[in-house]
């Protein structure tokens, strides 16, 4: 290849990735405006807890990705995990809502995943995978499946809202 042919190849790239990070960007506030229109009952203690416990290990999951130990990250940012889970709630309490809402908003519309699609959804993620076999076992897995299909439904809800006059964000 040229050199002119890896520049109109990487323009392109970028250009993906800021459309992609713009419609993140955009489906991000449609669910915020989503979720201040609605009304909440008092959420159980223990939904923001495990939720920050999750947010925890997320990053800790980043880091390790990172090749940073977690304990150094704590020290380099002079908080401990306690801390940080409190740093978390209110990010917490955020996602907390937003699943409610999803699955809410999924139950009111009958908005289903198929069989099929998850199948689909899966031989896609394998593909992805295809060099590393070990980890085929974990993505053909009852939870891999179930969270798949989360994923899928997920993006169908935020379809669904996207044609949803009332949640318009132009």
């Known amino acids: 290849k040229t050199l002119s042919d890896l520049r109109t190849l990487v323009r392109g790239n970028l250009e993906q990735e800021a459309q992609g990070k713009e419609e993140q960007r955009q ?7 989503a979720v ?5 009952g008092d ?3 223990i ?11 997320e990053l800790e999951e980043g880091m390790a990705a ?10 380099k940012i002079g908080k401990t995990r306690d801390q940080l889970r409190l740093d978390f709630a209110a990010d917490a309490l955020k996602r907390v ?8 908003l999924a139950a009111t519309h009958q908005i289903i995943v ?6 689909a959804e899966v031989s896609r993620v394998l593909e992805l995978y295809k060099d590393t076999k070990e980890q085929h076992e974990q993505i053909k897995s009852e939870g891999a499946r179930q969270y798949l299909a ?5 993006r169908k809800v935020i379809q669904w809202l996207k044609g949803q006059t009332k949640f318009s964000l132009n």
């Open 150 to 154: 989360g994923l899928l439904r997920n």
């Open 36 to 40: 201040e229109r609605t009304k909440f």
């Open 66 to 75: 990172q090749g940073m130990a977690f304990d150094d990250y704590l020290k």
């Open 47 to 57: 939904l923001i807890n495990e939720e920050t416990i999750k947010m925890l290990g």
């Open 27 to 33: 489906e991000i506030a449609l669910l915020e405006q």
């Open 43 to 45: 959420l159980p203690d």
């Open 97 to 104: 809502k937003v699943a409610l809402l999803m699955r809410a």
């Open 114 to 119: 198929s069989e099929v699609e998850v199948e």
